[in-house]
Structures are given as structure tokens and as C-alpha cells.
């Protein structure tokens, strides 16, 4: 039995005869909004976007919900082909007139589709890593599982799939890291970690991030769950940096850091992280549900 109560056949039955996740968004986007997040893949999923053997040689890079207009998808394109000249990628929205309209801007590599979490892929398209920010943040957090399952089954083993907010410059983010794992149970996927990005325009404490974790957490920062104790151990961390003369935000970002580091296991401290206004947790048996 899984957790929840539910087997596998009892929750596929469930899902079926629920209504459609798919909801359309405002679709209001800004340039530069997701580029912290294109760097950190590019450093950290370095062999996952530039994987060619086998199924990968035609494994695409799927946005989910890219809006108004594909600003993000062609900055991440632009990324992601440094390392992966041939890497196709795919641009997927709800809107039919937002998707008609992202057609001006497609080539070889890069198409755009009217779609939702039923990715509009074909046979021959893998998915080597799919992205689903600020698409969630108004849903039943019940049913983020669900969206995130969805999604895992477009992916190879080892794919990776990325889900969670920004806000609306990129200047704060949160998100799941999510891994499709290999062998049995495979469609599953591993809540690996959780990613936090500041460009500190806006300063820094670790509250500034409860708003925009994903949907599945964000009124789960209450005593007795596992996200209220990391942002407990990250607040005294950063108050314990700040008595310490640590006031200018990214130096107290960095010494709240290596606080909570010893505080909380699976915090990174890889120094380029830390520099750049990264968090990565990556507690051990994943980040819980």
C-alpha cells in the first residue's frame, strides 16, 4: 500500500475521474525571469543536457506553460544549446492563440504546441528534462503528485523534472528537483531536492521564500512538518550570522548557509552556490511529500 492509502490501480482509477488539472494562467511573463535557473542546470545537469547515446540522441528539453510570449523558452534554448548545439526543444501552452502566436519565433530546433501536463510529444520525443514553473500556484496542493507523476512518465530514466515558482523579475525562486528513477517503479519520481535562488535585490531572509515555495509546500511551514524544521534551522542560522556582523545580504546568505549546513543534512555548500545566492537541500530519502 502506498502512502496515502491508496494502491497504484486505486490511484490510476482516482486520477482518471478527476477533473483536468489544466488551467490557463495569466501567462505573464518578463525576459531574464528563469535565467538563475537555466545557470544552475547548465553547471549541475551538465551530462543530462548534453547526453546523445542512444534514446537520448533525440531526447528534447520540454516548457511547460511558457505564456504570453517564449521569452524564457528561447533564453533557456539559448542556454541549454551552449552545451548541446542539437538539442531540440519544445514550448508547450494551454492558450491556443499564445501557442499560434509563439510559431513566429520556431525553427528546426525549437517548436511550440497547444498542450498541457498531457504533453503534446510525439513517440520519437523523450524528454530529458521538463520544466513546469508558475503553473501550479493557484491548484489543490492535494493534487501536485499527480502533475508531477504526469509529467515523470514523458521522461527517460534519469530525466529530470523541475517544478515551482518565481517571482515575476526571477529576483526570488524556489523549486522542486525531481528525478525520474530507474528499474521498477521507474514513473515514479524521486523528490530529490529543493532549489532556492535570490538575486538579493530584494535583501535576504530565509522568509523571504515561504511565498514562493511550491504549491505542495508552501502552507506546510507549520511545527511537526519537515520544510517548517528547515526553515526554523535557517532562520536561527541566519540570525546567528547577522549577530555575528554578518549583515550585507549575500554575505549573510553565504554564512547562513554553512549555518544551516551544520544544522540540516543535504544542504550543498559548493562555494560557487553559495556565491551566487543558491540553496540546493537534498535531505536523505528526499524531500517529503
Not at 541549454?80 to 501557442?99: Q, W
Request: glycine share 8%; charged share 25%.
Amino acid at each position: 500500500m502506498e502512502r496515502g492509502g491508496l494502491d497504484g490501480h486505486a490511484r490510476l482509477t482516482q486520477e482518471r475521474t478527476m477533473p483536468p488539472l489544466d488551467a490557463k494562467t495569466r501567462g505573464r511573463t518578463s525576459r531574464g525571469r528563469l535565467r538563475a535557473l537555466d545557470a544552475f542546470l547548465c553547471r549541475f545537469e551538465r551530462p543530462l543536457l548534453e547526453r546523445r547515446d542512444g534514446p537520448w540522441a533525440h531526447a528534447v528539453f520540454v516548457d511547460v506553460g511558457f505564456g504570453e510570449h517564449p521569452w524564457t523558452t528561447l533564453e533557456s534554448a539559448q542556454a541549454f544549446r551552449a552545451l548541446n548545439p542539437e538539442l531540440a526543444v519544445v514550448g508547450v501552452e494551454l492558450d491556443a492563440a499564445r501557442a499560434r502566436a509563439a510559431q513566429a519565433d520556431a525553427d528546426a530546433r525549437t517548436s511550440f504546441r497547444e498542450g498541457g501536463f498531457a504533453l503534446p510529444l510525439r513517440p520519437d520525443e523523450p524528454a530529458r528534462l521538463v520544466r513546469a514553473m508558475n503553473l501550479l500556484r493557484q491548484g489543490p496542493p492535494e493534487r501536485v503528485p499527480e502533475v508531477h507523476r504526469t509529467l515523470t512518465r514523458y521522461l527517460l530514466p534519469s530525466g529530470l523534472l523541475v517544478e515551482g515558482s518565481a517571482d515575476a523579475t526571477g529576483a526570488v525562486m524556489a523549486a522542486h528537483l525531481l528525478r525520474r528513477g530507474v528499474g521498477e517503479g521507474a514513473e515514479l519520481p524521486l523528490r530529490e531536492a529543493l532549489l532556492f535562488h535570490t538575486d538579493f535585490s530584494l535583501g535576504f531572509a530565509p522568509m523571504l521564500f515561504r511565498d514562493w515555495l511550491p504549491r505542495d509546500l508552501r502552507r506546510r511551514v507549520r511545527p511537526g512538518e519537515p520544510i517548517h524544521d528547515f526553515f526554523s534551522a535557517w532562520s536561527a542560522a541566519w540570525q546567528q550570522a547577522r549577530t555575528l556582523g554578518h549583515t550585507h545580504p549575500p554575505d549573510a546568505f553565504r554564512e547562513a548557509a554553512l549555518g544551516l549546513s551544520a544544522r540540516m543534512e543535504g544542504v550543498a555548500t559548493d562555494p560557487w552556490l553559495l556565491s551566487q545566492g543558491y540553496i540546493v537541500w537534498r535531505p536523505k530519502g528526499g524531500v517529503c511529500s
